[in-house]
Nanobody, 127 residues
């Protein structure tokens, strides 16, 4: 059974930082590209960041570039999202997702390409 379990969310003031983590089990983690998505109330789910299964390729939505960093530790089967300089508009439930992809360098930005999803962790940024 595949499990992705996000943790590390919380309440932070604007300008602050959080790191969310997502350990995975039940899958060959090192062969999955990993992504972080978010969904704010009343809005569509959106891609935030992704990392190839080799770790050599990362992709970010433009609004988080330079503030967020995605990384992975294949030895710990965990993907991370370091979020700095947080803004109120970053408030959302953050989800990690896994994409079984043959190309070690590719990162998908569409949620439809990800096979497994976690339950999400709430990130709230106060102004």
């Amino acid at each position: 059974q595949v499990q992705l379990v996000e943790s590390g969310g919380g309440l932070v003031q604007a300008g602050g930082s959080l790191r969310v983590s997502c350990p995975a089990s039940g899958l060959a983690f090192s062969r999955y590209a990993m992504g972080w998505f978010r969904q704010a109330p009343g809005k569509e789910r959106e891609f935030v960041a992704g990392i190839s299964w080799s770790g050599g390729t990362t992709s970010y939505r433009s609004s988080v570039k330079g503030r967020f960093t995605i990384s992975r530790d294949n030895g710990k089967n965990t993907v991370y999202l370091q979020m700095n300089s947080l803004k109120p508009e970053d408030t959302a439930v953050y989800y990690c997702a896994a994409d079984r992809i043959s190309d070690s360098r590719r990162v998908a930005v569409s949620g439809r390409e990800y096979e497994y999803w976690g339950q999400g962790t709430q990130v709230t940024v106060s102004s």
